[in-house]
C-alpha cells in the first residue's frame, strides 16, 4: 500500500526526507503529477507529494523576477505575470496529454514549476531563449541527506559559488526535494506572426530553417512538419496545405516583425518558391502551442521518441530508420529536436539500438530519450542517452553526495543513480 506524505510548508519536507534517509525508504516525488511516467518507472511505496506547497512568494515585474513555490501550477503563475505583459520565455510545454496524464484524476494539466525545473522542459522559443536552467535565478531545497539548503539569488549578479541552479535543473528529483524557484520573467512579445513555406521535403526544410536563423531577424521559432503532421494540425491553414510546412516564428515590437516579415522571404532562396504564407494571431499561438507539446501533431497509442541531434543531421537520421517504420515525425529547434513516433511492436527495445545507433553514425553526437512508453519497457531499456564511462561516474559520484542513500526518486534517470 502507497504511504502519501504531502508537507505544507519546507520544514515539513525536511522531516521527510530525514525520515526517509534513515530508515532506508525511497520516496517518489511528485507535484502535479503530470509528468509521473517520464523517466524510468519508480519502485517505491512512498510518495513525497509537494503539491501542497504552492503560490507565487514574490514577483517584482520591474525587475523580472518571480518566486514561487514548487507545487505552483504553471499556468497559475502565467496567469499571474500576463497582468502585467510578461511570461516565462522558455515557453514551458504541455506535455500531459502526450504522457496520458491529462485526464488523470487529480491531476494538473499544465504540472507545476518544479515539474518544469526538475525536468528542464522548454519549448520552441529555446533557440532564441534558452533552456529553462538559463532562466533560475535561485533555488531552495532539500538534499537526499534531508539538508535544507539555499543556492542563488534574485537576479544573476548574486549568484556566487557552485551554481546548484543549473545542476538541479534537469536533475528529475533525483538530488533534492525543491522547496522555492525564482525565475525570470520577460515582457511578452507585442505581435506574433508565423512564415510558412510549404512543400518542402525534411532535408529542404531544415535547410531553409537553418538559413532563417542565420538571418539577423531573430527568428524566435523554427519547425517543419512532415505531411502527415501537417495534417493533424488544428490550424486550418496548416491542416490545409496539402503536404509538409516549414514554419519559421517572428514576434516582437510590430514595426520591426512587419519588416522582418517583408524581408526574411528574399533571404530564403528556392525554399520559398513554392510559396508563402503567413499566419497571424491567433492562429500563430495555436500553431505554437501544437509544436510546443507536440501531442496532437503524432499518432496516438505510439512509442515516442526524443532525438537531440545537430540541426542538419535531423533528417538524415530519421531517413537511417526507415526501417523501423516510423507512424510520424516533426522537427523543433530548427530541426535539432526530432520528435519520432513507432508502432508500440517495432522492436522488442522500442527501437532503441536502432536509433541510438542512427544518432551515433549518422549525427556524430547527440542523444536520444524514450518519452512515451509502457513501463515494463521504460524498466527494461535504457530511457536516458546511456552515459560514457566517465560521465557515469561523475554522476554518481554527484548521487553520492547529495542523496547517498537513495531516499529521492531512486533509478528514474538511470539503474543504478
Known amino acids: ?12 519536507v525536511v522531516d521527510a526526507v530525514k525520515w526517509a534517509a534513515s530508515e532506508g525508504v525511497p520516496l517518489e516525488l511528485v507535484g502535479g503529477g503530470s509528468m509521473r511516467t517520464l523517466g524510468r518507472p519508480l519502485q517505491t511505496e512512498h510518495v513525497l507529494d509537494i503539491s501542497g506547497l504552492s503560490g507565487v512568494l514574490l514577483y517584482e515585474p520591474e525587475e523580472l523576477v518571480v518566486s514561487a513555490l514548487p507545487g505552483t501550477p504553471i499556468a497559475e503563475l502565467e496567469a499571474v505575470l500576463a497582468e502585467k505583459g510578461q511570461h516565462l520565455a522558455f515557453e514551458p510545454p504541455d506535455l500531459s496529454a502526450l504522457l496520458g496524464a491529462a ?6 494539466r499544465r504540472g507545476t514549476l518544479g515539474g518544469v525545473v526538475a525536468c528542464n522542459l522548454a519549448g520552441p522559443r529555446r533557440i532564441h531563449a534558452g533552456a529553462v536552467r538559463d532562466h533560475v535565478l535561485g533555488l531552495s531545497g532539500v538534499s537526499g541527506r534531508g539538508d535544507a539548503y539555499k543556492t542563488g539569488g534574485r537576479v544573476f549578479k548574486n549568484v556566487t559559488g557552485y551554481d546548484l541552479s543549473k545542476l538541479m535543473t534537469g536533475s528529475y528529483g533525483t538530488l533534492s526535494a525543491l522547496t522555492q524557484i525564482t525565475v525570470k520573467a520577460l ?22 530553417l537553418t538559413a532563417a536563423l542565420q538571418t539577423p531577424y531573430e527568428v524566435s521559432g523554427a519547425a517543419h512538419l512532415p505531411a502527415a503532421a501537417a495534417r493533424r494540425s488544428a490550424v486550418p491553414d496548416v491542416s490545409g496545405a ?32 513554392n510559396g508563402v504564407t503567413e499566419l497571424g494571431f491567433p492562429a500563430s499561438d495555436r500553431f505554437w502551442r501544437e509544436v510546443r507539446d507536440v501531442a496532437s ?15 542538419a543531421a535531423g533528417p538524415a537520421v530519421v531517413a537511417a530508420l526507415d526501417d523501423l517504420d516510423p507512424a510520424g515525425s516533426l522537427f523543433d529547434w530548427g530541426g535539432g529536436l526530432v520528435w519520432l513516433a513507432l508502432a508500440p511492436g517495432a522492436k522488442e527495445d522500442g527501437g532503441a539500438a536502432a536509433i541510438r545507433a542512427a544518432v551515433k553514425s549518422t549525427a556524430g553526437e547527440g542523444h536520444a530519450t524514450l518519452i512515451r512508453a509502457p ?17 557515469a561516474a561523475l554522476t554518481g559520484r554527484i548521487k553520492q553526495s547529495f542523496d547517498p542513500q537513495r531516499a529521492l526518486n531512486p533509478g528514474r534517470l538511470y539503474a543504478d543513480i
Open 375 to 391: 513501463g515494463s519497457l521504460r524498466a527494461g531499456v535504457p530511457v536516458f542517452q546511456p552515459q560514457p564511462p566517465e560521465l
Open 103 to 108: 485526464d488523470a484524476p487529480g491531476g494538473n
Open 297 to 311: 501533431l503524432i499518432p496516438a497509442d505510439t512509442l515516442v521518441w526524443r532525438l537531440s541531434v545537430p540541426p
Open 1 to 12: 500500500m502507497t504511504t502519501r506524505l504531502k508537507p505544507d510548508n519546507a520544514d515539513q
Open 187 to 208: 515582457p511578452r512579445p507585442e505581435t506574433v506572426r508565423t512564415l510558412l513555406l510549404h512543400g518542402l521535403g525534411d532535408a529542404d526544410g531544415i535547410a531553409a
Open 242 to 273: 496539402g503536404g509538409a510546412v516549414t514554419a519559421i516564428r517572428l514576434e516582437g515590437i510590430a514595426a520591426s516583425v512587419f519588416y522582418r516579415l517583408e524581408h526574411l522571404p528574399a533571404r530564403l532562396g528556392p525554399a520559398a518558391a
